[in-house]
């Protein structure tokens, strides 16, 4: 476990349960990271990284090349990562939760995922299973709370649903926003 103490400069690095020798230092790299929101889905752990993803890299995009495949989210992360893959990619189809993007994505984004012809928008859509054998072969998604569950046939999964930052143990040290992320402070 490691703490800071930054009560008092030079700052205070405590190490362990704190009883050793605690390292002094005038500036830190904090670099926490986060933890990716994960999707409802029962057996999900099978698959990440074995055709779940949460990036869209050019190592991603070479591994889907020519296939279907789908982004989960309706914010910018998940249309960027779509217009990118579908340079690549046979057929897109965004899974978002909502009614559509207006609310979570950028106008000029939105403009351009509309007039893809390579992308598909399925609004009110979320993922409702996971099926394979040691990779991501079939993925089921549901339609309204009611809807009729559809099994396609597809290899990869991009999940762009937002991430939590690790950040809890610094509160009260650094400033944190409502989402705890810390805030940049301009000198």
Not at 1 to 30: H, Q, S, W
Not at 34 to 54: I, P
Not at 113 to 141: F, K, S, Y
């Amino acid at each position: 476990m490691v703490r800071v103490d930054c009560n008092n400069k030079p700052y205070r690095v405590l190490f362990g349960d704190g009883d050793g020798e605690p390292l002094l230092t005038r500036a830190i790299i904090i670099a926490s990271g986060v933890e990716y929101r994960r999707l409802a889905v029962e057996n999900l752990s099978r698959f990440e990284g074995a055709g779940v993803y949460y990036a869209a890299t050019r190592m991603e995009a070479q591994l889907c090349t020519d296939e279907e495949i789908a982004v989960v989210g309706g914010a910018n992360s998940a249309g960027q990562a779509a217009m990118f893959l579908a340079e690549t990619a046979k057929r897109v189809h965004m899974l978002i939760r909502g009614d559509g993007l207006a609310r979570t994505m950028s106008r000029y984004l939105i403009s351009r995922i509309e007039a893809h012809p390579g992308i598909e928008l399925h609004p009110r859509t979320e993922i409702v299973g996971l099926d394979g054998n040691g990779h991501l072969e079939q993925v089921a998604w549901r339609t309204g709370r009611n809807g009729p569950v559809e099994r396609r046939t597809l290899r990869h999964v991009f999940t762009m649903t937002g991430a939590e930052p690790s950040t809890k143990w610094l509160a009260g040290c650094l400033a944190l926003d409502d989402k705890g992320f810390i805030r940049l402070v301009r000198r």
